[in-house]
Structures are given as C-alpha cells and as structure tokens.
C-alpha cells in the first residue's frame, strides 16, 4: 500500500525543525517522503488531502495498564490503599485471558481518538495482550509486570525470548511491578537476567513518598539508588512515576541512562505529588509521558496529560516559563518512542515508521492560527484528531467529519462485550 | 417551540438527585416536565432520541474574557509581567468593538463544543459583547471590568441601567477589574453604586500572591478584608481566583456572602498557585468554575477545568479522597448559575431554564458505564457532547456524527475574519 498526504502543514519533531507546508509518503510501513510538494508520475494506493491540517509523529503513550478500562470511574475519591487493596486487588484477581484480550482492545480504541500510536504496556497475560494489540494494528512495546504475587522471573525471561518474534507491531522487554512488591532475591534474578541478554529493564520507582521511607526503612537507601546497586540498569532503562526523587536518585539516573516516564494525571488524581521535570530535563535525563491505567486517570487523553505535565512543571517551579510547549511535544514523539525502544517512530523522515498524526485546525480551540506548537500541547483535545496511522495503516479517521474506526470489530460490539465483562466481575 | 427529549438518562443535578431513565419536555426558552417517560398526545415541534445518554444542566463558565481568542497561543510560556505588559497590553489597546464582537463569536463556538451554555464574562465593549451573544443565542452575564485606565464608574453604572432590559439571553452586574488597579476613591465609588442599587460586585481578587503583598503595603489588610471594609460586598458578590488567602479571609467570605469562582486552568498555566477550594466548600461558600481567558489558559473547555479543579485539590490536600466528582459538577451547574445570578439555570426541574446539555456515552472514554458523574468529571472530554441547548435553542449538536453549529454564520466566516484581526494587530 502506497499512500500520499499532500497538502499538509508538517512538523517532523526531527531537532529544530518548524512546520512547514509539503507532503509525505509512504510505502508499506515506512516513511518514504517528508519535505515540499513535488510532482512525481508514481502511482499512489491513496492520496489524502490534509486541507492545511498539521501532520507529526503520533503520540507515545509511555505506561499503561491498559486493560484496566473496566475499573474506570468504579471507585474514585478514596484514599490510596483503600482503593488498591478493596477495589483493585480483588476484581484484578477475577480476570481472565480472554477477558484482559477484550478489555484492550476497548483501551486501543480510546488511544487511537487520543492520537496515540504506541504504547508502553504493564500488566497480565502478556500473550493475550499481543494478540489483542496485533488485531487491532496497535503498536505496543510490553514489559514484565513480575513481582512476588504473579510472573515469576522465568515467564519474564520466556516472554522475553519468544514474544518478540511474533509481528512488528508487538515487543516485550524486561519489567518488573516495583521494589516494594518484589523481595531482594526477585530484583537479583532480574538483574541476572537483564545482564546475560544485555536488556533495559523498566518498573514503577518512587511514585509515592510512603513508598521511598519503607525502601530506606528496609535497606537503608532510596528505590532508586537500591535498585542501580542490585545491577538493574545495567542497560538502562526506565522508571515510572519517579515522583519523590533527591538530587542523588537524579545523579544516578543521569550515570546509568534511566529514563523517566512521569504520569501526571495519575500522580494529580491519586495524589501522589509532582515530578521534578524541570530537574531531569537539565540533568539530561530523557523524559516520556504516560496515561497511566485508565482505574487512576481515568482516561487515555494523551492531550490532558501533555497540559498536566507541562502545568504541574509551572506550578512547581512558580514560573509560567518552565516547561515550554517544544519540550512537552518531544516527550510525547521522538523522546518516548527512543525511550520506549522504538526509536524508527521517533520523527518524520524516510526510512521511519509511518505512525503519525493529522491534527484538526479548523476548529474553535485552534483558532485563529498563532503558534502551532502552542495550541497542540495548551489548547488541543481530542477532538482535534482527524487520523491516526499506525504502521502505514490508518486506524482511526474523522475525515468526513464523522469517527470511523478501522479495526476488526465495530466499537458497539467491544463496548458490549467489556461491560459484560465488567458486570460479571463488579456486579 | 416545542421539544421533548425521549429515553434519556438523566441527572437533575437537584440536591439528593442519581441518574434515572426519562423524558424531558421544553415549551419555549422553559422545561415543563422531567421525569419518567410519560404517555401523551401532545404535540411537540420536535422529539429528539436520547438514545440512552446523558442529559443534564449546561456547564457554566463562571470566568472569562471571551475576545482574548486572538492572543490564543502567541505568547506562551512567558514570565506572568512581560508577558502582561509586552504580549497583552499592547495588543489589546488596538481592538475595536467590530473586533471583539467577532473575537467573541469565535469564543462561542468553543463554548457550545464544549457544552457550556452560560459564562460570565468582564472585558471591554461590553456592548459590542451583548450583540454578539444575542446573535449567537449564547447567555451571558457580563460584569464591569471598570478600572483606572478603562471603563469609567459612571459607565459601569450606565450599563447596569441599560443593558439588562435588552434580551432575555444577556444581563450585566457591577464589577471592577481589581484592587490594584483602582484606586481608593474609584472603589469607595463601585461600593456608592452597588449601595444604591442593592447589587452584588464581581471582582478579581488574591491571584497571585505579589498582588496580596502589595495591596497589605498599601492599606495594611489583605485585598478581601480592604474590599469588603470598604463595603463592595454589602449585597454579596463573588471573587475571580482567589488563590492566596487567610483563615482571616475566608471567614469574611463566608461572613459578606462572597462566592469564589476557581480558574485552575489558568492558575497552573500562569503559575499563580493552588485555590484552598475545600476549605471554601467546608466554611459553606459556594464555589464556581471559570476558564479564564484564552490568552491565558489557552482553551475554553470545562471538560480540562473539572478535572483540573478535582486533581489540584487532591494534590494540595495530599489525598485522592479530596474534592469528590459529584461536587465538581455541583460547581459547573446548580452553584455557578447562583452564583452567576441566573438561579433559573441551575437544575433540570419545570419553571427551569432549557439550557441543558447531552452527553455521549458511547464513546471509548465513557465506557463501560459505572459511575456516570465520575466518568464526566475524570474521563469527560468535548467529544462527549452530543448537543448544547441554550433558552430552548439548539445551539450545537453531533447527532448524526458531525459536528453542527446552528450560528448565524458559519464557522469557517467567523475563523477567517477572526485570523484577519488577529493578523493586523498581531502582525
């Protein structure tokens, strides 16, 4: 399939770069042309006519647990444990492959209205989420969710050698749920295993300030420095949330190339505090943005958390200059697709995947026309997206004015099925 | 004209009030009948199919300079006194009332895709503001924005005369931009004119913490206790923002009736600060939402501000359980129309005003359905809004899928003469 988008503005991400008007094209999943209108007698499968509307690199959403959609607004406004421990915990422990299978795929179609064209995944029944995700032409990078209650090291291991084989669309890498869920003889077999396959690791470090204390309480330092001492990062890697952090953590995570991914809506709505962006960001530490599960968030609105991340960042740091709109838009592109170990999604050039983007201007909320940057990452919502491609394919479009989704099943027949799902686990 | 509104969810947003299965009928700008669905041979002008949605009270948005569409996006992430002296001032000093009449309807659109259907507005021209909203069937209460270097004392008195006997959609109450920027003897004069009329005063109050600093310099109290000594509250009022206030305070807010209207949007953006919103809610002052203008927030979506409003609060009181969804909504319906003085508009109930909203449940964000009022507040977004009814009228509506804007002009006019303003003064 060979497919022409002309007319477009364009924002390729790639360093320095300003829209400008031209075209793209693509072959199969790649890239083959970003630049200014050309005349060419080749024979396209498809020519879409942006009308002046912005194309960029889609949107990363860097964690997730995806199928926790059928947890969305069922318990809201208690306190942390509460809610974790009665109204999490038990229902989680009700699912089924097939249940997890479904319950992704509901998620997918939010991120594919929110632009997003990739995910970094967390959670159960890894095969039955890449399956899911393969169906549906979703790009998802997953990682082990181990930890002392399910995924031993082993599953970790053998997903690591078998589900990344299966389809360009899915990868697995090594994950773990977090310090405090995993005990130090768990940490260190994970750390063997990152070292003898040479492999970023990624978990959930420091969201909570509780959390911090206990670690230091149990091995008299912080997650952070605990974890580079067990050997995790000797690849790399990422940290979620990475909310209570000190000027140490920092130097450690710059030393041994820890990203973080921060999830402010999650952090605002579950109250976990504010990440220090400002502070990764000049240490060199790259940074990515995730949803987090839509059970804390409570929605896959890669828009809301671009304004809440660079908000957050301004009220931290009493500065309505800190965290340019530029900054925002790189972590949601070229920073997390690096980040996420998809670096050919990072920018719009030949030879890259095509999973990009076009963003509605004519609307209410884009006009009149200033600073484009600006208006995606301060004023953008969802309704701004008119496509989403996601390997050469387009999954989601609003060309004619009306939602079309191209996936497998129509969306009635997904929602049908999750709240069934859901009313046989709540009740 | 009349209109039923059949198989609908619906939640009055009268105190006490769930979601239950009925009907809604509107005679004319008033609903009739809310309720279980009831037989009849009435004939009405239109049926509209709920289709199992949701309807509810419109959102009101309780703070706004509407024109300021034009310096969306162009000066972002700037320190708050350049970017106010350098990239606002200026600019503004070119308007005309021809342009912030149209600046105005550019708003509006906004408003109505986001289910807003009543602001409160304080800008310039307030004449020019009145025509726009008349003719674009948008209500509107505007406030004075009287200060020393604009809009004279006698003018704001010669509006409040004038411009609440012209249409049923637009009224006008005394305001006055902000202590810092009248003098003494020009508020002592605000506070002579709401005497004599036994009117309330809106004002913006306590935004940012140098203004607080300043004004105790000045006249040794904090703004609210000078404002309320000099007796600008002696027939109540409310105050924009409210950011930065004592114990002391908030006891002479709930002492003078003084209502808060929360701008959370615009407080994080501008880096102003957190609002201590519980602590109004717990001395039992009513509490709205505004967005702001849109040079500052950038958008003028409730949708963000809910969601903004509930997660600064958690975040400031260090709990999720902080601030719950279901007093979110009570501050964009049933208090912001009192606070807004249109009381007619605050729940769904027969005598009540017909401004009401529909809500799309099936879309990948709402579903599947659990708790409906927390899916609005945490998971809500523009796309959700499937009609905006305003005094009887439908102003907006994607019925079919499409977006519909039932507006003398098309969007595509009001887009371009607004970019044609934008450009001469902006350059």
């Known amino acids: 399939m060979k497919i022409r988008i002309v007319n477009a503005r364009i924002l390729t991400m790639e360093e320095g770069s300003e829209v400008f008007q031209g075209e793209i094209q693509i072959s199969g999943s790649r890239i083959t042309y970003v630049g200014a209108p050309v005349e060419t007698q080749e024979v396209f499968d498809r020519v879409i006519d942006a009308k002046q509307n912005l194309v960029l690199p889609g949107f990363k959403n860097a964690h997730t647990h995806s ?21 999490v915990f038990p229902f989680e422990a009700k699912l089924t492959a097939d249940d997890i299978y479904w319950l992704s795929k509901l998620a997918i179609l939010e991120y594919a209205t929110s632009g997003i064209t990739a995910v970094m995944e967390m959670y159960m029944e890894p095969e039955a989420i890449a399956q899911s995700f393969e169906e549906m032409g979703m790009r998802i990078v997953q990682v082990g ?137 000049k240490a060199g530490i790259p940074v990515a943005i995730g949803t987090d599960g839509p059970a804390s968030n409570n929605c896959l609105d890669i828009f809301r958390e671009m304004f809440l991340t660079t908000g957050m960042a301004k009220l931290r740091a009493g500065s309505a200059a800190a965290l340019p709109a530029r900054e925002v838009l790189k972590m949601v592109t070229c920073s997390a697709a ?23 201007l004519n609307q209410p909320n884009m006009q009149p026309i200033n600073k484009i940057d600006c208006n995606l990452v301060y004023s953008g919502s969802k309704q701004n997206v008119l496509m989403t491609m996601v390997h050469g394919k387009v999954l989601y479009d609003q060309f004619d004015g009306r939602q079309h989704f191209h996936f497998p099943q129509e969306p009635e027949e997904i929602y049908e099925t999750c709240q069934k799902i859901r009313d046989r686990i709540l009740g």
């Open 338 to 360: 690096r980040i996420m170990t998809i670096p050919d999604a990072d920018v719009l050039a030949p030879g890259k995947l095509a999973d990009l983007v076009m963003i509605d």
């Open 67 to 87: 199928a926790m959609t059928f947890l969305r607004s069922s318990a809201d406004d208690l306190p942390l444990l509460e809610w974790l421990n009665e109204q």
């Open 145 to 281: 969710a181990a930890n002392n209650f399910s995924q031993s090291t082993e599953l970790v291991e053998h997903w690591l050698n078998t589900l990344n084989n299966q389809s360009e669309l899915t990868s697995f890498r090594i994950g773990f749920h977090a310090e405090y869920t995993c005990s130090e003889d768990f940490i260190e077999r994970i750390a063997d295993i990152a070292a003898r396959h040479k492999e970023p690791v990624f978990t959930h470090i420091s969201e909570g300030q509780p959390e911090v204390d206990e670690c230091i309480g149990r091995y008299g330092m912080t997650p952070v420095a605990f974890l580079v001492k067990k050997g995790i990062f000797q690849y790399g890697g990422a940290g979620y949330h990475l909310v209570h952090t000190t000027p140490g953590d920092i130097e450690l995570l710059k030393e041994n190339g820890i990203a973080v991914v921060t999830n402010s809506g999650s952090n605002m709505k579950l109250a976990s505090g504010t990440a220090p962006i400002e502070d990764y960001l």
